[in-house]
């Protein structure tokens, strides 16, 4: 082979390579769902709740770059695990003013096929479920309404209280809803879960003598990330949050769900997830904490 030659035939192997990374970029990554599997160590936690499951979905952004059909065998998925508790972190929709009355048609489709825990399903709002600017809290309302038909509570700066176990639902930091104290105050258990869309709220948001897990989402995980690389993209002020567990300080711990669904149809090296938790006794941080 003269220099020519390879010259050529390298040429058209890197376009060759760059097309099919496209191509499994954009048809293959974004609907390949991963069911992460693992523990979920809880302080406090009652004993009737060690060994339930916990499903926490995010993300789906039901709306016209989401596939319906990949959305239902998602949410199909999720409920073949037949989890005890389900959590949803946000973004339910991803609004458009100009789609009217079909993209709640769209939303009750959908949201037809979500799981519902045996023991409860709850959720917190995400920025997108406030239409246009976060701004539109009718849209907001209209989305809780959506949720509410198909038996998920929509937590507003409010706690649920499921066996035992505190949920905190705080509401959405971009659309100036979020109200950490007022949610907290509502804690009747050491046993707690807290839920927050934006894990931006973990460090704008007061959190007074909260202990234990938050759950987030919003990220998407970057979407697309290098390998051995942080991804470049990231909707956070703090770039360590970007998905799965992450030590916050010595009280507070998140995880971060790389979603379900997407914004741009791209996905690379950031498979979309839902997580099923096995919810566990936690006597390291009862040390901790006292």
């Given at each position: 082979?003269?220099?020519?030659?390879?010259?050529?035939?390298?040429?058209?192997?890197?376009?060759?390579?760059?097309?099919?990374?496209?191509?499994?970029?954009?048809?293959?990554?974004?609907?390949?769902?991963?069911?992460?599997?693992?523990?979920?160590?809880?302080?406090?936690?009652?004993?009737?709740?060690?060994?339930?499951?916990?499903?926490?979905?995010?993300?789906?952004?039901?709306?016209?770059?989401?596939?319906?059909?990949?959305?239902?065998?998602?949410?199909?998925?999720?409920?073949?695990?037949?989890?005890?508790?389900?959590?949803?972190?946000?973004?339910?929709?991803?609004?458009?003013?100009?789609?009217?009355?079909?993209?709640?048609?769209?939303?009750?489709a959908v949201l037809a096929h979500f799981p519902i825990?045996?023991?409860?399903?709850?959720?917190?709002?995400?920025?997108?479920?406030?239409?246009?600017?976060?701004?539109?809290?009718?849209?907001?309302?209209?989305?809780?309404?959506?949720?509410?038909?198909?038996?998920?509570?929509?937590?507003?700066?409010?706690?649920?209280?499921?066996?035992?176990?505190?949920?905190?639902?705080?509401?959405?930091?971009?659309?100036?809803?979020?109200?950490?104290?007022?949610?907290?105050?509502?804690?009747?258990?050491?046993?707690?879960?807290?839920?927050?869309?934006?894990?931006?709220?973990?460090?704008?948001?007061?959190?007074?003598?909260?202990?234990?897990?938050?759950?987030?989402?919003?990220?998407?995980?970057?979407?697309?990330?290098?390998?051995f690389l942080p991804p470049p993209v990231l909707p956070v002020r703090n770039r360590r949050y970007t998905a799965?567990?992450?030590?916050?300080?010595?009280?507070?711990?998140?995880?971060?769900?790389?979603?379900?669904?997407?914004?741009?149809?791209?996905?690379?090296?950031?498979?979309?997830?839902?997580?099923?938790?096995?919810?566990?006794?936690?006597?390291?941080?009862?040390?901790?904490?006292?």
């Amino acid at each position: 082979m003269n220099r020519r030659d390879f010259v050529r035939r390298g040429a058209i192997g890197a376009v060759a390579a760059g097309v099919g990374v496209v191509g499994y970029t954009i048809g293959i990554e974004p609907h390949w769902l991963e069911i992460v599997r693992r523990d979920l160590p809880i302080m406090d936690l009652p004993a009737a709740l060690v060994g339930k499951t916990v499903a926490q979905i995010s993300d789906i952004h039901i709306g016209p770059r989401v596939s319906d059909n990949y959305l239902v065998e998602s949410l199909e998925r999720a409920r073949a695990l037949k989890p005890d508790i389900v959590l949803f972190t946000g973004d339910f929709i991803s609004y458009r003013a100009d789609r009217g009355e079909a993209q709640f048609d769209q939303i009750k489709a959908v949201l037809a096929h979500f799981p519902i825990g045996q023991l409860a399903t709850l959720a917190v709002l995400g920025n997108h479920d406030y239409g246009r600017n976060w701004s539109e809290p009718a849209v907001a309302r209209r989305v809780e309404h959506e949720a509410a038909r198909v038996g998920i509570h929509v937590l507003r700066n409010e706690v649920a209280s499921v066996q035992g176990l505190d949920v905190i639902g705080i509401d959405e930091l971009w659309a100036h809803q979020a109200d950490s104290r007022r949610a907290l105050a509502g804690r009747t258990s050491r046993a707690a879960l807290a839920l927050c869309h934006n894990p931006d709220g973990l460090d704008e948001l007061p959190w007074d003598d909260y202990h234990g897990w938050v759950f987030s989402g919003h990220t998407h995980g970057g979407q697309c990330k290098p390998p051995f690389l942080p991804p470049p993209v990231l909707p956070v002020r703090n770039r360590r949050y970007t998905a799965g567990e992450i030590r916050v300080d010595a009280r507070r711990t998140v995880y971060i769900s790389r979603g379900v669904g997407h914004l741009i149809r791209a996905r690379f090296n950031v498979r979309p997830e839902i997580t099923l938790f096995t919810l566990r006794q936690s006597s390291l941080i009862q040390a901790q904490a006292g």
